[in-house]
């Protein structure tokens, strides 16, 4: 026991380490959808009694709701610890008032990497949670950018803009997910899906251009989760056949077409590589990030399982579309550090965590995030 103590003490302080990596970046903008939103859904008042902004969400490190779809912390917000920079402000606070130096969080829950003009023409536009796509975000930032630097050479009292973002790191995503989640939710195939992705993907690349174009030299362009393993989707596509499954439990299906458009996404980015040989793109690999937890959960600490719910209304993987977490009916596990899926949805700040760190010290990024030149 003592020995096994002793090698735990001995990953937290390796965690802890590498959390504590000497700044490198002194700004971080970011744009996505739930999985990185700090607060904008939130703030835009579109919910009137949106349970994001209620415990249990929040409960595990903030202590209170945030509009954060997690428990605690998310990959965001971990990135920005491990830079010694403060938590980014939802733009929406940004408008009210408060600071960006250190940059701003564009990512809004429930958006998509294409316009809602898509959605609508396919008559899917009902089911839209936001109109705000990545395309929105990037006009937001585009309003922003005066406020934070110039491009007139001429301007000495303002920092330039080429200076300001060599020292910034841009997230473009994750996005993308809730294209698909929507598609699937009403009913479409893989196979009708799959005409989709090189859509999303294109709106992926084309948003990461025009970043570079505004002057960003650092992006970070992450992958699709393995969806085949959330609780949503098994619930939802529960099959009868054990073939569907692998040995992990996960739908090889959902998983399979996760990894259509997560190579697409990195063929995309070798292109725009080429295009931009000064720029650093770094891909965020996702899926492989998870799918190690996934596969060996209890070396992760995830003792109540991956698959499970921590946050739900019950059924075989806590996941009830009629109780989801934070309405009548649902409840939350007592210890969420012990669980990688929080709602159903979203994942725990553990779960982030493990990611983040994936990230950071280079697993699971390609080039390794660490390895840029910034860090001298």
């Known amino acids: 026991m003592k020995n096994k103590f002793f090698i735990l003490v001995i990953l937290f302080q390796t965690v802890d380490l590498a959390l504590s990596t000497p700044k490198k970046y002194e700004s971080i903008f970011n744009f996505g959808d739930s999985l990185s939103d700090t607060g904008n859904l939130l703030l835009s008042g579109a ?15 903030f202590q209170h709701a945030t509009g954060r779809c997690s428990d605690g912390r998310l990959i965001i ?5 491990a830079f010694s920079l403060p938590y980014l402000q939802p733009y929406l606070a940004v408008k009210q008032g408060q600071s960006s ?20 023409h396919r008559n899917m536009g009902s089911i839209l949670w936001t109109n705000n796509s990545l395309n929105v975000q990037l006009g937001w930032f585009r309003k922003l950018k005066s406020d934070l630097c110039s491009d007139n050479e001429l301007l000495f009292s303002v920092v330039a803009c080429d200076d300001f973002f060599k020292k910034s790191l841009f997230l473009v995503g994750e996005i993308g997910g809730n294209d698909y989640n929507y598609a699937f939710f009403l009913g479409g195939s893989i196979k009708q899906l799959q005409s989709m992705v090189p859509s999303v993907v294109g709106a992926i690349a084309n948003a990461t251009s025009a970043l570079i174009e505004e002057g960003a030299v650092e992006l970070m362009v992450p992958g699709n989760f393995p969806i085949g393993c959330s609780a949503v989707y098994l619930t939802l596509f529960e099959s009868p056949k054990k073939e569907d499954y692998d ?3 996960c739908l090889k299906a959902f998983n399979g077409f996760a990894k259509y458009h997560n190579n697409q996404l990195k063929q995309a980015l070798d292109t725009l ?8 793109i770094f891909y965020a690999d996702y899926y492989g ?9 209890l070396h992760h600490g995830f003792y109540g399982g991956t698959l499970k719910a921590c946050c739900g209304g019950g059924g075989p993987y806590n996941f009830n579309i009629s109780a989801r977490c934070g309405h009548p009916g649902s409840e939350a596990c007592k210890d969420p550090s012990v669980y990688s899926n929080w ?5 725990t700040e553990a779960a982030y965590r493990h990611i983040a760190l994936a990230l950071i010290n280079g697993s699971s990024s390609l080039p390794p995030l660490i390895s840029s030149p910034l860090s001298d």
Do not use: C, W
């Open 47 to 61: 919910l009137v009694f949106p349970v994001i902004g209620q415990l249990p969400y929040g409960e595990t490190f």
């Open 77 to 81: 917000d971990f990135i920005a610890e």
């Open 101 to 120: 130096q250190h940059g701003v969080n564009f990512a809004f829950s429930g958006a998509t990497a294409l316009d809602a003009e898509f959605f609508f």
């Open 247 to 249: 040995r992990h439990g």
């Open 273 to 280: 590589r080429q295009k931009y040989p000064h720029a650093r």
């Open 289 to 297: 990030a998870a799918m190690r937890y996934v596969h060996a959960p």
């Open 343 to 347: 709602d159903g949805i979203h994942l």
